[in-house]
């Protein structure tokens, strides 16, 4: 059974459209967030939800936007993408987003933005 | 708010060989320290993590690490690597009144036949 499941694994798109990025977990976590990897692997936070409150928001554009129907789900919208957006997007989710928490990741999305 | 360094960027090492993979760390408050992996195409995956007690953690796959709060270091070692041990290294920290995840820029770990 696959944790926290992302789709889809890759996505190549034009510079101004419009796109999605889907996340599932099926361990009964509370809070779930999104990470951005950058072509030099470096990790960066970029929105926690817990029980569909955003509790952190780094500075991100506001082109991102997470959106979660429910606890299990936390969906990534990027709006009118440019170039500087193609990464890796993790998603992840915790117990219940303590600090000692551990995170469960998910497999990645290789955005790719042309 | 708290960071994290991982001082080499790149280790080599020979299959067999011990190695160690070095973090330090900044913070004003009390942390959670935590070393993930990341292997070719995959996710991060938790190898351990230090919470408080004792200050040397031993995690999945033969791996350890040390909490050293005078040096604010938390080094991860393993005594004998197999070449399916290559993979990126994460050390991340948590304060401990906040939810606020730090990772280092990684550490890719090559080992070597």
């Known amino acids: 059974d696959t944790a926290v499941s992302q789709t889809p694994k890759y996505l190549v798109t034009q510079m101004g459209n419009d796109k999605s990025i889907k996340c599932e977990q099926n361990?009964?976590?509370?809070?779930m967030y999104w990470y951005k990897q950058d072509s030099k692997k470096f990790l960066k936070i970029m929105f926690s939800?817990?029980?569909?409150?955003?509790?952190i928001n780094e500075t991100v554009p506001n082109r991102f936007s997470p959106k979660s129907p429910d606890k299990a789900h936390l969906n990534l919208h990027i709006n009118s993408l440019e170039l500087g957006d193609s990464a890796v997007y993790f998603c992840?989710?915790?117990?219940?987003?303590?600090?000692?928490?551990?995170?469960?990741f998910g497999p990645g999305t290789r955005l790719t933005v042309l | 708010a708290q960071s994290v360094t991982q001082l080499d960027s790149q280790v080599p090492v020979f299959e067999e060989a011990p190695v160690e993979l070095r973090c330090n760390y900044s913070?004003?408050?009390?942390?959670?320290l935590f070393w993930y992996v990341q292997y070719p195409n995959q996710g991060l995956q938790l190898l351990l993590k230090?919470?408080?007690?004792?200050?040397l953690v031993k995690g999945i796959n033969g791996f350890e690490a040390e909490f050293n709060k005078s040096q604010t270091s938390f080094h991860l070692r393993k005594p004998s690597v197999h070449i399916s041990d290559t993979a990126e290294y994460f050390c991340?920290?948590?304060?401990?009144?906040?939810?606020?995840?730090?990772f280092g820029a990684g550490t890719r770990l090559t080992v070597k036949p």
């Open positions: 939800y817990n029980n569909k409150e955003l509790i």
């Open positions: 361990l009964g976590h509370d809070t």
């Open positions: 991340a920290v948590e304060g401990n009144n906040n939810n606020d995840m730090r």
């Open positions: 913070s004003s408050v009390s942390v959670y």
């Open positions: 230090y919470l408080s007690g004792s200050t």
């Open positions: 992840a989710s915790s117990q219940d987003g303590a600090a000692r928490d551990t995170q469960y």
